[in-house]
């Protein structure tokens, strides 16, 4: 039996490493699930998770709540690798930046520190709180006063 030739055989083995990448492709497992605020001065809290950052305005912008929070609801149990905050481009970029504290929760009533946004975040310079494979339904940001916030975004595997 005669081997095929060697441009079959590097094709084939191409498009098994596609494949193998495309399957373990981390997802947005945020995109829109169920997510909560504190409070909504302005905006909505459903566009922190529609997958679209809201390019010179912000998605919410939370009363001044001493404490303000956004919680979203993965639905059920994924490996968190990956928070990234998307703060406001509205030109007021030094109110109600940071900190923003990240926290990954199993059930929703017990949250451990995974990060923090310690430095200005932007649409185009987001802040990213890594959390390498951590298991986790519910993720909290957490703030002092208020969040102004573009997008949410939650990467990881199921």
């Known amino acids: 039996m005669a081997l095929p030739p060697p441009w079959m055989i590097r094709l084939t083995l ?5 494949a193998f990448v495309a399957g373990r492709a981390r997802e947005n497992l945020a995109l829109h699930r169920p ?4 409070s909504a001065r302005f905006g909505r809290v459903t566009d922190l998770v529609n997958g679209v950052v809201e ?10 709540d001493r404490g303000a929070w956004v919680l ?7 490996r968190v690798d990956e928070v990234r905050v998307f703060g406001r481009g509205d030109g007021f970029l030094g ?3 940071t900190p923003i504290t990240v926290l990954l929760s199993l059930d929703g009533q017990a949250f451990a520190p995974a990060g923090k946004c310690d430095v200005l975040t932007t649409q185009a310079s987001p802040c990213h709180v890594r959390a ?10 957490e703030h002092p006063d208020c969040m102004v916030l573009s997008e949410v975004e939650v990467y990881g595997s199921r």
């Open 35 to 38: 997510i909560t605020a504190s």
């Open 55 to 64: 390019w010179g305005n912000y998605a919410l912008h939370t009363q001044h």
């Open 95 to 97: 109110e109600a930046g």
């Open 72 to 78: 979203i609801d993965l639905q059920a149990t994924r």
């Open 14 to 18: 191409a498009l098994g490493a596609v």
């Open 132 to 141: 390498p494979g951590t298991p986790a339904r519910y993720v909290r940001l």
